[in-house]
């Protein structure tokens, strides 16, 4: 058995949750989970939040504000009939599309196709959660792909419009690895991503610097319980946008005095799905815990931290986990966030919304987005 098996085990039963997102799971309790799903909406569960957009399937929503119009840099959900492992291969997303809207609450536009798999040189397979930028008039798409040899890369594709359509480079970043790029845009105008998932998104893999490429389940890496979690990564970006101006650095998450967050805390630890915001010249990295299905953050001085964690932003969603972005917009914060309500199913999901209320200790209100 797992190291972690039991607690997943509870929380899973707790909170009345399905399978996986992205890849991320244990093909082992699809059946009991499925049972947990059926149940939960024949009690009738009541959602906070209505779908964005119910035409196609999104998730892992990353919102800005590029010429005072919301954009969202969605994940396309597609069911493609693969059959669902623990390294994620079900999750064979092909293509994006950027949806947008003139204000919150308005009608919102589907840009169609901005990138599809077909048109990166470099990648083979799964185009999954990606984010934008936009400098000097030219925008930026990033997302993760897996290469032709089955190892994730960043890629990065260009357009003249925040909506795209994108031309994707060539070659993915130089000295990229893994999923789940976030770009954060500084108020001394540097820019900085972020990078990591564990389990299907292999980070694990990386930990001594080279990819290793024999593990024969997404666990094999892992740390033990009593060392210290796997850390994301974050490099500043180049002048061009195109490429890291430095090496990939890891990033510290730690308690309230200073110890790392170790592995077995998985109530506390990194999964995926990292995020960074300021507010009040504080810098907020989120990210999600990933089989414990929260919303952590942890509060920095710097880009590049240490963190400290502070607890969750948001509860469990009807979904196996969870990917967010949280966005100022006209002076109100937003979160961004999917579950599978449209379908029901864990690799089917659609986004949402809601407000976001920073407390005046700097601290974030917990979100509870399923009304029981």
Known sequence: MKKYSFIRTAIIAL???????????????QDRQTTVQEEKQEKGSKFLNKPLVEHIY????????????????PSHDIDTGTEEDDFGGHFDMRDYHVLSMDSVGGEITDHGIALSVDNVPWAERQLWAPDAACKDGICYLYFPAKDKEGIFRIGVAVSDSPEGPFRAEKEPIKGSLSIDPA??????????????????GQLQNWRTGTYDNTAKTPYDNEPADDEPA???RVAR??????????????IEIVDGEGNPILAGDHERRFF????????????????????????????????????VYQGNILNPVQGWTNHHSIVEIK??????????????????????MTKLEHDP????????????
């Open 15 to 29: 909170a009345g949750l399905v399978t996986i997102s992205c890849g991320r799971g244990n093909k082992g309790k």
């Open 361 to 372: 200790d700097g601290t974030i209100k917990t979100i509870n987005v399923i009304i029981e």
């Open 58 to 73: 999104t998730a892992d929503p990353s919102a800005h504000v590029f010429e005072d119009r919301i954009y969202i840099y």
């Open 230 to 232: 796997i850390s994301p």
């Open 272 to 307: 995926e799905a990292a995020w960074v915001h300021k507010y009040n010249r504080k810098y907020y990295f989120s990210y999600s815990t990933g089989d414990t299905h929260f919303i952590a953050y942890a509060i920095g001085e710097s880009p590049y931290g240490p963190f």
């Open 237 to 250: 970006l180049s002048d061009d946008m195109l490429q890291f101006e430095e090496e990939l650095r890891e």
């Open 331 to 352: 002076g109100q914060w937003y979160l961004f966030y999917h579950d599978t309500e449209l379908s029901g199913q864990t690799h089917l999901r659609n986004v949402k």
């Open 183 to 200: 770009v954060f845009r500084d108020d001394d105008g540097e820019y900085y991503m972020y990078v990591g998932g564990i389990w299907g």
